[in-house]
């Protein structure tokens, strides 16, 4: 009898959790995923011409003529499930994880084998509950033809499969999808230890992110400036993004007594317990990074990953190889006390030149309003002479969390050396090095879509 193979679109799905939910209440669970393929399933799989042809306890297997029967299937089943599962505590709560590929399978019969079903069962098993999980080929068929979010999960090396596979989380409908104009900016604020109070933010969906506060912060005009809203909208979209203002800056307290590291980490371990958040990756850029760094040592069972961008382990103070070094930062600094916030052309100039190469007036314009709305010259002069002054280097090597460190290759405020020592530093870093002069991450340069994209990857693996 001849082998019969034909090509098509396999989903995969199961409960999560299904054992621990046996385990609790046997007959309850088995009478709670009879109602889910009887009331929701079943229909779904009907609705979009799909065929059932393997069901194993808690899991089960239908085949689809066409990669957007698969997915439509896929994002109507989990509608449901969710919304059913909303209702119910957590001890009886029933939520499927979905997995589609599509791709060559042998025929025996009612069933179907091969890596066409091999696969879709290993994308089931990567996929965050209540979520689908897509391959490459699903993607390619059902981009542009189905309103879904697909957000890219890099190369994945799944159990018994060959070769990687390029994946993908379908998200919510784009015509659920909350549009950058559409995004509420809420302020809350919260007490650091020593009393000092502090600005924060969240907004978005998904996992958390949380970004460490730098220099030149303030929630508002950040989230309103164009220079920078692409970034923050562009995180939001993929995470629930958690910014805050440091002390001494933007929309928390400026008149403080203690600006250092050691604050600055409790300020951060006061923002993020105010906001619930108890296990996140830590997004720091700038002096953020050596921010980011002691935390992640002080608190390893709190941090998931570091991405640090721009960042250094010792600041220009403790890198300079001469006097002559030091003096001219120590100058940068002075003038800082005397000119910050200044229309001073020469003023605007040296610092855009520094922070933002070639900047266009209107972006000089903005600078020089967002030095004036962030801070006092005061305390913009001991924040610089605090951060070139830092020197987390000893730290490095304590780091126990996966570490993505990228660097502008012509950062002028922070040169691509300190982000190489950086990531030598900590064990199994990976180091990416971007083009580009601008120690901002710009909305309108291509550089920045890099390293968005870098971060989706990183976090997602």
Not at 344 to 366: D, I
Request: glycine fraction near 8%; aromatic fraction near 8%.
């Amino acid at each position: 009898m001849s082998t019969m193979r034909r090509l098509a679109a396999i989903l995969a799905a199961d409960v999560v959790g299904y054992s621990r939910l046996v385990s609790v209440d046997e007959a309850g669970a088995l009478a709670r995923l009879a109602v889910l393929r009887r009331s929701i399933i079943d229909p779904s799989v009907a609705a979009h011409s799909g065929r059932l042809f393997k069901i194993m306890g808690d899991g089960f297997f239908v085949e689809f003529a066409s990669a957007v029967q698969a997915a439509s299937c896929a994002i109507a089943i989990q509608k449901e499930t969710e919304a059913v599962a909303s209702a119910v505590d957590d001890a009886r709560r029933m939520r499927l994880r979905i997995g589609i590929h599509v791709g060559d399978v042998l025929v025996e019969g009612e069933d179907l084998l091969g890596d066409g079903v091999n696969i879709a069962a290993r994308l089931e098993g990567i996929a965050e509950p209540g979520t689908v999980c897509i391959s490459r080929q699903v993607y390619d068929q059902i981009e542009g033809k189905l309103p879904f979010v697909c957000r890219s999960l890099g190369p994945q090396r799944l159990k018994n499969i060959s070769k990687s596979i390029d994946a993908y989380a379908i998200g919510a409908a784009a015509g659920d999808a909350i549009e950058p104009g559409e995004m509420e900016l809420k302020v809350t604020y919260c007490r650091a230890p020593d009393g000092v109070r502090l600005a924060y933010a969240i907004m978005g969906s998904g996992s958390p992110l949380v970004k460490t506060a730098n220099w030149m912060n303030h929630l508002e005009f950040d989230w309103q400036n164009p220079d920078l809203h692409h970034l923050y909208t562009s995180l939001a979209r993929d995470f629930t993004l958690l910014r805050y203002d440091a002390r001494g800056n933007g929309l928390s307290d400026w008149d403080v007594e203690d600006i250092s590291l050691d604050a600055w980490v409790r300020d951060l371990e006061a923002v993020v317990d105010a906001a619930g958040f108890d296990r996140f990756p830590l997004l720091g850029l700038s002096q953020g990074c050596a921010i980011s760094v002691a935390f992640a040592v002080r608190h390893p069972e709190r941090v998931t990953h570091l991405v640090l961008y721009g960042g250094f382990a010792r600041g220009t103070y403790r890198r300079a190889k001469n006097d002559s070094e030091l003096q001219q930062q120590k100058a940068l600094a002075t003038l800082i006390r005397t000119g910050w916030g200044s229309e001073s052309p020469v003023f605007r100039q040296l610092f855009s030149s520094l922070f933002m190469p070639g900047g266009t007036p209107e972006q000089l314009q903005r600078f020089a309003e967002r030095q004036r709305k962030t801070t006092t010259a005061e305390c913009a002069y001991r924040f610089f002479e605090t951060t070139r002054s830092l020197d987390v280097s000893e730290l490095l090597s304590k780091v126990s969390v996966p570490t993505l460190v990228m660097h502008k290759r012509d950062d002028q405020v922070q040169p691509i050396e300190a982000g190489r020592e950086l990531a030598l530093g900590i064990p199994g870093a990976r180091f990416v090095a971007l083009p580009g002069q601008n120690h901002m991450p710009l909305s309108q340069d291509p550089e920045t879509e890099r390293m968005l994209e870098e971060i989706r990857l990183f976090l997602k693996r």
